[in-house]
């Protein structure tokens, strides 16, 4: 989006939101190559401008923003990745007044971002209140013996105490499973799902359970996560776990913008697969994303 680099600004300075990239894809359970979606989301965001005509607000006239770069990856460990990834967030902008917006890499990141998002919020007890879109539930416990892979980040994210499942919304879940037991976890921890099912079976229906979630969490500290596999492969192809049957690119942005005026302290958009992305769609509708969160939490300004 052409904003600056953070090492540009002044330590005296710190932006509002920081946009950094966290190049990891060593916790992919399929086609790997999220490694390279920070740098195609970048490249893809040149052509937004900050003004927004769905929310009607100008992210220049309201943050100040900034790109804190890519963190350094573990490319061959999922937890030392986490380890420096978390440690990469902590020092980005000023604690007390930096948001961060994290650009995957698959969906393990979130789990680091997740950390330091609730540090930021003040390590509140009861942990973030969370909104994920994903095909995928990302309850699974260990995958290959590996406990932070990208389909466990938010198991890990509820056993940490950084997420409270009862104020945790999954949107556009769908297909299969390697067992039920994802399911039951979600179900056991009193996750709320929005299955894409139920906006198939009825949108307005989808939608209505999604303003009621909004309306419960009110101004609660709330973690954005979007797996761009929410988004149907004929639009979101370039992803590394394709499930069909999703959403639109235009349901997709008009649920976002569902939670304006949501108390949004950290976020991420995730799974970008730039090797599959053969129209460059997929980074084009992530970076799209990352600007329609960032409006979000504008409108609330
Ligand atoms: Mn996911």
Redesign the pocket.
């Known amino acids: 989006m052409r904003f600056p680099r953070l090492s540009d600004l002044g330590d005296d300075s710190p932006p509002d939101w920081i946009v950094f990239g966290a190049p990891f894809d060593g916790g992919t359970t399929f086609h790997p190559g999220a490694r390279f979606g920070p740098r195609a989301i970048r490249d893809a965001s040149q052509y937004l401008k900050p003004a927004s005509i769905e929310l009607e607000v100008d992210l220049s006239a309201t943050f100040s923003l900034a790109d804190g770069g890519d963190s350094p990856v573990a490319a061959y460990s999922c937890s030392d990745n986490l380890e420096l990834l978390t440690t990469f967030a902590q020092g980005l902008g000023q604690s007390a007044q930096s948001h961060l917006l994290a650009l995957g890499g698959d969906?393990s990141i979130s789990l680091a971002n997740i950390r330091v998002a609730w540090e930021r919020a003040g390590r509140p007890a009861t942990g973030l209140a969370a909104i994920?879109f994903?095909?995928?539930l990302?309850t699974v416990d260990t995958v290959w013996d590996e406990s932070y892979g990208?389909?466990s980040?938010l198991r890990r994210a509820i056993e940490d105490g950084c997420v409270d499942a009862a104020r945790t919304l999954i949107i556009g879940v769908r297909g299969s499973l390697n067992t039920l037991d994802d399911l039951q976890f979600a179900h056991s921890k009193h996750i709320t799902l929005v299955p894409m099912s139920r906006f198939i079976d009825d949108f307005a229906s989808g939608e209505r359970a999604v303003l009621e979630f909004r309306d419960r969490i009110g101004d609660a500290p709330v973690y954005l996560?979007c797996?761009v596999?929410a988004v149907d492969p004929a639009f979101a192809p370039g992803t590394g776990?394709p499930v069909c049957g999703g959403f639109t690119s235009a349901q997709m942005l008009g649920i976002l913008r569902r939670f304006q005026g949501a108390q949004v302290v950290g976020a991420d958009v995730?799974?970008v697969c730039p090797a599959r992305d053969l129209s460059a769609n997929t980074a084009m509708l992530a970076a799209q994303i990352a600007f329609e969160i960032l409006c979000l939490d504008a409108v609330g300004r």
């Open positions: 969906h994920i994903d095909a995928h990302d990208h389909a980040f996560s797996d596999d776990t995730v799974e």
